[in-house]
């Protein structure tokens, strides 16, 4: 700001500032009913659902943001976060806010790593930095509608080549070449193509359409990798003891393995006692289903049929004749 009005106008040159695009004027939060640039009789029928569309957009971004706001935090800081009081208290501000008037906000990744780059540490940093932000607003306003929108965008500039992950640039070009291409290129020779991938996706999609979105495909994919993974890690083995058919089940059984469940069993000629353990309950309906489907498939070859699972949850070996289990119930 100094070098703008001492320097650069006095010989001729000129930077926006803030007042030239939006000058901060002096006012104070009241309920925005009371406020006469409302007119709630403006809101049709119809606009409420594009009202709450985009009141879900926001909600989503703002609980994005706030969760992504922590990632930075604790690579600065290495400590844990509460996020269930981060999404609360995002929440709650909101309210508060809208009903005063306000915009909606949520967690700043730039404010966060200014605070923690100039040595914020504690709960104290954000605090003061909050209270400091109130103050300019409220008392020093006139002085900030003199600072240059260059310099704003500087340490925007600066916030980025803090926060942006610059490992993953090598890691995605990589993913689009041949693994015999990496090594002359100094490029890391194992990367998994289907995570650079994702992360290749919400970038696009976050620049082409906005966060809320590409948070939602980047889950999507994550989820289909994770259940076709799954379903790869599934396997049955079999022992016959004193006439007795024991199936060990490694994997989990949820509607990706569902569908070839069944074809693990002879249910022509297993004995008439046939005892099934499974690594966990099963997961879902799906699972359910197929699980009612084998005991009417051994029930029709008049058999004994019994499930059971490991307690608690997964186990990466075969169980064991004196594991604790427990009794499906169908």
């Not at 594009?50 to 609980?63: D, H, S, T």
């Not at 929440?91 to 040595?119: E, K, Q, R």
Request: some cysteine; glycine content about 8%.
């Amino acid at each position: 700001m100094v070098l703008e009005f001492a320097l650069v106008r006095p010989v001729g040159g000129k930077t926006n500032v803030i007042g030239d695009v939006q000058k901060f004027k002096l006012s104070y939060p009241y309920p925005f009913f009371l406020n006469d640039d409302y007119d709630m009789s403006l809101i049709g029928t119809e606009d409420i659902g594009k009202i709450l569309f985009q009141g879900i957009l926001l909600a989503v971004a703002g609980i994005v943001q706030g969760l992504l706001t922590t990632e930075v935090v604790y690579d600065f800081l290495k400590t844990p976060t509460n996020t269930p009081a981060v999404c609360l208290s995002c929440g709650v501000a909101n309210v508060v806010s809208g009903f005063l008037g306000g915009m909606g906000g949520d967690a700043m990744i730039g404010l966060s790593t200014i605070n923690c780059l100039n040595g914020g540490r504690g709960r104290l940093g954000p605090t003061v930095t909050a209270l400091g932000i109130c103050i300019c607003m409220l008392g020093a306003y006139p002085l900030l509608n003199y600072i240059p929108m260059s310099a704003l965008a500087g340490v925007m500039i600066v916030v980025v080549l803090h926060t942006f992950k610059w490992f993953s640039v090598p890691m995605v070009l990589a993913a689009a070449l041949p693994e015999s291409m990496r090594k002359p290129l100094h490029l890391p020779e194992k990367v998994d193509r289907f995570d650079m991938f994702i992360v290749a996706a919400v970038t696009t999609i976050v620049i082409v359409v906005n966060l809320v979105y590409a948070v939602g495909v980047g889950l999507v994919l994550a989820a289909l990798r994770y259940a076709w993974e799954s379903s790869q890690d599934f396997d049955v083995q079999s022992v016959q003891e004193d006439g007795v058919k024991k199936y060990t089940v490694r994997g989990k059984l949820f509607f990706g393995t569902s569908m070839r469940f069944h074809t693990k069993f002879d249910y022509k000629d297993d004995p008439n006692i046939v005892e099934i353990v499974l690594e966990s309950a099963p997961a879902d309906y799906s699972a359910n289903n197929t699980v009612k489907k084998v005991i009417g498939l051994y029930e029709k070859e008049e058999k004994q049929v019994t499930f059971k699972w490991q307690t608690p949850g997964f186990l990466k070996v075969p169980a064991s004749d004196d594991a604790e289990t427990k009794r499906a119930e169908i």
